[in-house]
């Protein structure tokens, strides 16, 4: 007979679940209207969803900082809130895309709101933990509800991506699971910084088990943060999803991807092991140099874009490797700032959404299609120019201020060839950010059409977010230091 | 008015964002008013500068990003001051030179008022990561002039144009970035302030590295040889407006730079540089020259004659004497008058013939005499004649670094008689001779919109060239600030030897 488990209620601290809960609870709503009554417009359901996000947030920045509940797998540090406020924030700005004037597939399903909530969850279970194990059925809940959502794009191309991003994933998945067996065989816990304590304590010894783990560890999120040489499936996936869930994919997976990432090898990198940051080094160098090599062979802007954000990563994998706390906040400043950029960017290729193949038979956002913008719809053009030179690094737009930050953190650190390659790919990736601003405001129109393509798919609510991400990038020489203030606060609480 | 500064850098901008609001006929008549103003309220701030008063003056501070030590720091001295009155000048002339007929002329107009606000930000801002703003977004405006109104290979040289210059001033901002590092290192405190920058002494071995990456970027946007191949690109695809003021004043940031950073923070450096970035400029000054008297794209000539002569400019520099450096910053505003003058010239015959090939050309000085005596003025002047605006910026140049090197100078001089040779015998096959093309027979001579551009170039360029002190009182002072600077700074022998030498030698003696 099992012993009875005596615990008390006060001692698991639900406090630290409730921003989940919260997101969960909404899922199950959403899923309860639709059992009562269905055929509800997605109206309801957008909002809904945004409601609840926003009753998470309210949750998750109410949270005190260090503090663990739940038999201590949950583990609230600073970089947990942070995180968590990021992926919830960007969620709330990306839900509302949903609102396009055109009728799509995926939005008649309630149930696409209810997997959003859930993933949601999954991601903020990832960065609210340091145990292996729930990191794991984080990333799993997450990762399952999205290629659901990616599926119900309902397109030949979108299948495509979501098998292969399932594929990759599972396999990613595996080498997680992997990796996690060896150090719990090692060491006999699932918790990192017992893992890293008793590592410690043996000297990192047997070297050759810990670097397959850390291989495989690092191949888990190569494939899951789309860094070279784990990228390959990134691209189509994006070309697959719509625009509007290719711009979460971009932004939201990877800060999520990005803690993790930073919690497991921030213990390794300072075991003072040479071989972790020479492959991460290799890594990092490869993801952004490679992928803008990449992207300025592209002819579709979302794809160019997606190699765009897998050079972006580089950037910040470049800030954990550095692993000092100037680095680890430049890399939530620079991901915020990036954020509304990229967000900017997705939101207009998703407004000129219209499935026809005037402009190319395979691609629904050819460079094309954007010749000659300026003279059709000039506001448009102007702010799609404003997210690309940001995207280049023109200051004193958001993504400039992200990118100093971060190469002065690799400066400050004795990188300073590190930084040169920074420097350099800023320069190469400004070639293809500017084909697009060529093709906008120096080519004429191809078609004679009256530029309506550019708002085909466009409502209030689109223009809206169109208008904060605008915005924001534009004046965000005045919100660096806030945010610095901010992050610098929560990443120095929890001691990265 | 304490915020003159301020008020320079933003009121083009801000009435740029105005100007999407007024009617496409009325805009003309309101961007004009605008550059106006601008060039009156900096002609007011040459009127309230005080000559005497070493330093910055109008200074203005506010915490941009303190977590960061960005701030908005403003201030002019005798250096940059007169390269903001040719900045809001030139743009005034750029703006009444467009002809009428221009393509799309309310966006060209708005976007010359942007790149006016860019233009007075890189030579007001004393924090180096404004600088490094300004300077950046310097380039959009002007990618979209080149891009957009610019002949056939237009997005080609306008690319070319930006990814040169976004690539060198990269290098720049990482030395920037160190640059802030060693001086938090020795403070404990961040700062991007030039002014607090000045009083950092630096390792022999940091400055050399620092020295070569601020180099990269200044000497891209010079340009130096060899990184000068994208700028016969961007003249010869870039419309009038745009060559004049890519001349005159976009090139001068770079050579600004060098006054401004190179010296003042890396003196050991720069001394030990001297050699190497002389042999540079006398490459550049003697090679371009060649390559000019082999153009027949007339444009491409004076573009090609505007690098020999920036060359000029960044050996006056590495002269490190109040002689050269003075000399330098003068021929730089003298450059920025002529070469925009010479840029305006050829837009005229563009304009009439729609070719710049000179073998096109013959005989003009009969049938546009007036053009033809203005084009001779602005020709003597970039020859530099004595008694024109460009022989007294080429001599103190020349003299200043005749202390440094007697051999270099000479061989540097030999340029100003390779232009001589080019310059002239470009104006024998366009203007004398006789008529050979019937199309030439029937042009018509400058009309009122040329002359109101042309002739207070005309008239600045004989008064400057017979009476220069009121511009080289002012920057003189500075410049002997800089050195002083430089020779307080100074921490390896060589530096120690050389900068006494080549300055002080008359007490010495």
């Known amino acids: 007979m099992l012993e009875a488990v005596n615990i008390s209620f006060e001692s698991l601290n639900m406090a630290t679940l409730i921003p989940m809960l919260v997101a969960i609870a909404g899922g199950l709503v959403i899923l309860v209207i639709d059992l009562l009554k269905s055929d509800l417009d997605k109206s309801l359901y957008v909002t809904l969803s945004i409601l609840f996000l926003l009753m998470d947030l309210g949750a998750t920045v109410g949270l005190d900082i260090n503090q663990r509940g739940f038999f201590d797998v949950m583990f609230i540090d600073g970089i947990a809130i942070l995180s968590q406020i990021v992926i919830i924030v960007a969620s709330t700005l990306f839900i509302p895309l949903a609102f396009a004037s055109q009728k799509f597939h995926e939005y008649k399903y309630p149930e696409f709101f209810a997997l959003f909530l859930f993933m949601t969850a999954g991601f903020q279970f990832m960065v609210a933990s340091d145990n292996l194990i729930l990191i794991f059925v984080g990333l799993e809940t997450a990762s399952l509800s999205l290629y659901t959502l990616m599926v119900l794009h309902n397109k030949d191309k979108s299948f495509e991506a979501a098998i292969k991003y399932f594929t990759m994933g599972a396999m990613a998945a595996g080498f997680y699971a992997f990796s996690s067996m060896i150090f719990y065989g090692l060491t006999g816990s699932v918790e990192l910084y017992k893992i890293f304590e008793v590592l410690q304590a043996r000297d990192f010894e047997p070297m050759i088990l810990i670097l397959v783990a850390t291989i495989f560890m690092l191949a888990s999120f190569g494939f899951k943060l789309a860094l070279v040489p784990f990228h390959t499936w990134g691209p189509d996936v994006y070309e697959g999803s719509s625009a509007a869930l290719a711009g979460y994919i971009s932004i939201v997976p990877k800060i999520a991807g990005f803690v993790v990432v930073m919690r497991i090898f921030e213990g390794l990198i300072n075991s003072g092991v040479v071989w972790v940051e020479y492959i991460l080094y290799a890594v990092v160098v490869l993801t952004m140099t490679m992928a803008n090599i990449w992207a300025l062979v592209q002819s579709d802007v979302k794809r160019m874009l997606a190699y765009s954000s897998i050079s972006h990563a580089g950037f910040v994998m470049a800030a954990i490797m550095i692993g000092t706390t100037q680095a680890n906040s430049g890399i939530f400043l620079y991901w915020i700032l990036f954020a509304f950029t990229n967000l900017g960017a997705f939101a207009m290729l998703w407004v000129s959404h219209k499935r026809d193949a005037t402009y190319h038979e395979r691609f629904d956002h050819p460079f094309e299609k954007f010749a000659g913008m300026v003279k059709l719809m000039p506001i448009g053009a102007v702010m799609m120019g404003l997210f690309m030179i940001t995207l280049a690094g023109v200051p004193p737009f958001s993504v400039f201020w992200g990118k100093l930050y971060l190469i002065s953190s690799a400066v400050n650190a004795d990188y300073l060839v590190l930084a040169l390659i920074m420097a350099i790919n800023s320069a190469i990736s400004a070639y293809y950010y500017l084909k697009l601003v060529v093709f906008m405001f120096l080519k004429d129109p191809i078609s004679n059409e009256d530029g309506s393509v550019y708002m085909a798919n466009a409502s209030l609510s689109l223009k809206v977010i169109l208008g904060i991400a605008a915005f924001f990038t534009a004046i965000s020489i005045f919100l660096v230091n806030p945010i610095l203030d901010f992050t610098s606060y929560y990443v120095a609480m929890s001691g990265f | 008015m304490d915020y003159i500064l301020s008020v320079l850098i933003f009121f083009p901008a801000l009435a740029g964002l105005l100007g999407f609001l007024i009617d496409r006929k009325a805009v003309r008549s309101y961007v004009t008013t605008v550059a106006t103003i601008e060039f009156i309220l900096s002609l007011y701030l040459w009127i309230q500068f005080d000559n005497n008063q070493l330093g910055m003056q109008f200074m203005e501070q506010a915490s941009l990003i303190p977590a960061f030590g960005i701030?908005?720091?403003?201030?002019?001295?005798?250096?940059?001051?007169?390269?903001?009155?040719?900045?809001?000048?030139?743009?005034?002339?750029?703006?009444?030179?467009?002809?009428?007929?221009?393509?799309?002329?309310?966006?060209?107009?708005?976007?010359?008022?942007?790149?006016?606000?860019?233009?007075?930000?890189?030579?007001?801002?004393?924090?180096?990561?404004?600088?490094?703003?300004?300077?950046?977004?310097?380039?959009?405006?002007?990618?979209?002039?080149?891009?957009?109104?610019?002949?056939?290979?237009?997005?080609?040289?306008?690319?070319?144009?930006?990814?040169?210059?976004?690539?060198?001033?990269?290098?720049?901002?990482?030395?920037?970035?160190?640059?802030?590092?060693?001086?938090?290192?020795?403070?404990?405190?961040?700062?991007?302030?030039?002014?607090?920058?000045?009083?950092?002494?630096?390792?022999?071995?940091?400055?050399?590295?620092?020295?070569?990456?601020?180099?990269?970027?200044?000497?891209?946007?010079?340009?130096?040889?060899p990184f000068h191949t994208w700028l016969p690109y961007a003249h010869g695809q870039a419309p009038t407006v745009g060559s004049v003021i890519l001349a005159a004043v976009l090139l001068k940031m770079g050579s600004y730079g060098f006054v401004r950073y190179s010296l003042p923070l890396y003196p050991d450096a720069s001394v030990y540089f001297i050699v190497p970035i002389a042999i540079l400029s006398i490459i550049m000054v003697i090679y371009t020259a060649m390559v000019a008297y082999a153009q027949k794209d007339?444009?491409?000539?004076?573009?090609?004659?505007?690098?020999?002569?920036?060359?000029?400019?960044?050996?006056?520099?590495?002269?490190?004497?109040?002689?050269?450096?003075?000399?330098?910053?003068?021929?730089?505003?003298?450059?920025?008058?002529?070469?925009?003058?010479?840029?305006?010239?050829?837009?005229?015959?563009?304009?009439?013939?729609?070719?710049?090939?000179?073998?096109?050309?013959?005989?003009?000085?009969?049938?546009?005499?007036?053009?033809?005596?203005?084009?001779?003025?602005?020709?003597?002047?970039?020859?530099?004649?004595?008694?024109?605006?460009?022989?007294?910026?080429?001599?103190?140049?020349?003299?200043?670094?005749?202390?440094?090197?007697?051999?270099?100078?000479?061989?540097?001089?030999?340029?100003?008689?390779?232009?001589?040779?080019?310059?002239?015998?470009?104006?024998?096959?366009?203007?004398?001779?006789?008529?050979?093309?019937?199309?030439?027979?029937?042009?018509?001579?400058?009309?009122?919109?040329?002359?109101?551009?042309?002739?207070?170039?005309?008239?600045?360029?004989?008064?400057?060239?017979?009476?220069?002190?009121?511009?080289?009182?002012?920057?003189?002072?500075?410049?002997?600030?800089?050195?002083?600077?430089m020779h307080q700074k100074a921490i390896t022998d060589e530096a120690k030897e050389v900068i006494p030498e080549i300055n002080f030698n008359e007490e010495a003696r």
């Open chain 2, 298 to 485: 007339i444009k491409q000539l004076v573009a090609y004659s505007s690098i020999s002569h920036m060359g000029v400019v960044v050996l006056g520099t590495f002269a490190l004497n109040p002689e050269g450096i003075t000399g330098s910053i003068f021929l730089m505003i003298s450059h920025g008058i002529v070469s925009g003058a010479l840029f305006l010239l050829v837009g005229v015959i563009y304009d009439r013939r729609h070719t710049k090939m000179m073998d096109e050309f013959g005989g003009l000085a009969s049938v546009m005499p007036r053009y033809a005596l203005i084009f001779g003025i602005m020709m003597m002047a970039s020859v530099g004649l004595p008694l024109t605006i460009g022989f007294v910026g080429e001599f103190l140049s020349l003299v200043g670094f005749y202390k440094v090197s007697h051999i270099l100078t000479i061989l540097a001089g030999t340029a100003v008689v390779v232009g001589a040779i080019y310059m002239l015998s470009a104006y024998k096959k366009a203007f004398f001779g006789t008529v050979t093309k019937d199309e030439n027979k029937k042009l018509l001579d400058l009309n009122g919109r040329e002359y109101a551009t042309l002739v207070p170039l005309t008239l600045l360029v004989i008064f400057l060239g017979v009476y220069p002190k009121p511009v080289l009182e002012p920057v003189d002072n500075s410049v002997k600030a800089i050195v002083s600077l």
């Open chain 2, 71 to 225: 701030q908005y720091l403003l201030g002019v001295d005798g250096i940059s001051l007169f390269i903001v009155v040719l900045s809001t000048f030139i743009t005034l002339i750029g703006i009444i030179s467009l002809p009428e007929d221009t393509k799309d002329l309310k966006e060209m107009l708005l976007t010359l008022l942007f790149l006016e606000m860019t233009m007075v930000g890189v030579f007001v801002t004393l924090d180096a990561i404004l600088f490094y703003l300004f300077w950046e977004l310097s380039l959009v405006p002007m990618l979209y002039i080149i891009g957009a109104w610019g002949g056939p290979k237009r997005v080609y040289a306008s690319v070319k144009f930006f990814l040169y210059t976004f690539a060198g001033s990269l290098i720049m901002l990482v030395g920037m970035l160190v640059m802030a590092y060693l001086y938090f290192q020795a403070t404990g405190v961040w700062s991007f302030s030039l002014l607090e920058w000045y009083r950092l002494q630096l390792p022999f071995d940091y400055q050399l590295w620092l020295f070569g990456a601020f180099f990269l970027g200044f000497a891209i946007k010079v340009p130096m040889f």
